[in-house]
């Protein structure tokens, strides 16, 4: 409940839009792993997107889904439907007798904080958020870790490249739901475009967000692609030719408008896009990733060798935990300059010379 009124909290300040494969055979390594970890049991929930998302749930089930193959431990997944199934699912797990349990997404704080105070000694993981009382305050939990990106830098780089490829000076983004796990990639965003802006003597437009005001345009869930679509077209109606959508699968919606329209690109987020939608993998400009499978997969890793930590876990362009995909088919199409500028503002973020901020930033 407290998540939710959270959300709700938000999005009043904020301006809601609708626009079967065999296994391979094991090595004696992976066979000893799996005869020593089988009685670990590693259990993951979904948020509503589900784990076939092309976007994050999906990044953590292959997380996951390393975990078993390498350490040979038992795992389990739930999908969730609707954000009622939340804390019924958690509790499913915790029945089953999971060593650790992982929720992916921010809308699962609730239900990873209940069963952690409930279960001491049972292990906690979150994707996308950190954990607070019932005034937001932030709280930490011995068996409760925070799996927490700052995407914000990696969405500057791709605000950069979204302005320096638009060929009408006008690019855009929205998100599903006002969160700050998807608000700082529209944060990065803007400041990415604003920075190309003041490079070059450019005045490219930002449709969709407000970082000054943390207003912007909002589908209100992230399930419904017609809901992705519509916005996107709204967008393109007013000459946008680049948009960036943070609503996992409801950013499908908009590679659908941008395919249609023929001549519109799309940025996509969590994963690389090029891979994992190969039907729009020729409008994706780039994408930017967070290392969610890697996060899940370490966070498992050292809870079957007995060094589970409940440290907040933060991924940035430094440490390896988000990043710019490659622009893939567009490889020939970026100019030099722009992707050695890229490059280099990657550089100097990486140094430590420039800091990309957001409200909602980790670090």
Known sequence: MKKIIRVAALGGALALTLAACGSAPEDDATASAGAENADFKACMVSDEGGFDDKSFNQSGAEGLERAKSELGITTALVESQDVTDFGPNVTNLVTQGCNLVIGVGFMLEDAIEEAAIANPDIEFALVD???????FNPVTYDNAKPLLFDTQEAAYLAGYAAAGMSTTGKVATFGGIALPSVTIFMDGYVDGVAKYNEDNGTAVEVFGWDKATQTGSFTGDFSN??????LAKGFIDQGVDVIMPVAGPVGLGAAAAAKEAGDVMIIGVDADWFETAPDYSSLILTSVIKEIGQAVFDTVDQAVA???????YVGTLANGGIGLAPFHDFEGKVPTELADAIEALKAEIIAGDLSVDSPSANS
């Open 225 to 230: 692609q017609a809901n992705g679509q519509n």
């Open 129 to 135: 958020s950190g954990f607070s009382d019932a005034d």
């Open 306 to 312: 007995g060094e589970y930590s409940s440290e907040a």
